[in-house]
Nanobody, 123 residues
Framework: VQLQASGGGLVQAGGSLRLSCAAS????????LGWFRQAPGKERQFVSA????????LYEDSVKGRFTISRDYDKNTVYLQMNTLKPEDTAVYYC?????????????????WGQGTQVTVSS
């Protein structure tokens, strides 16, 4: 499966962006998709994940109430709606496929990483 992330950009604090992760290829192999982010000089961090065929979602504590993950089956796409953005949300955002089943935040349980999309939040 191939994943293509898009939708990043420059936004002021308090603003919103919607990221997209488009899946192609063997999408039947997807049980879940996750979003991660990596800020300069920091390790990659889990943001959110969603089951591909179910309703379960998972969020990192700092984005709860501000970010919403969703999916569109017809478009094989997962979205990350980001509201009330803060400068500390600045990072490159990646989407990845969950290996196995169940939603977990650990990076080692994900593969097929997309190329990343830059999100910059100015203060």
């Amino acid at each position: 499966v191939q994943l293509q992330a898009s939708g990043g950009g420059l936004v002021q604090a308090g603003g919103s962006l919607r990221l997209s992760c488009a899946a192609s290829g063997r999408t039947s192999s997807i049980s879940g998709l996750g979003w991660f982010r990596q800020a300069p000089g920091k390790e990659r961090q889990f943001v959110s994940a969603i089951e591909w065929m179910g309703d379960n979602t998972l969020y990192e504590d700092s984005v709860k109430g501000r970010f919403t993950i969703s999916r569109d089956y017809d478009k094989n796409t997962v979205y990350l709606q980001m509201n009330t953005l803060k400068p500390e949300d600045t990072a490159v955002y990646y989407c990845a496929r969950r290996k196995g089943y169940g939603l977990v935040p650990a990076e080692r349980y994900y593969d097929s990483w997309g190329q990343g999309t830059q999100v910059t939040v100015s203060s």
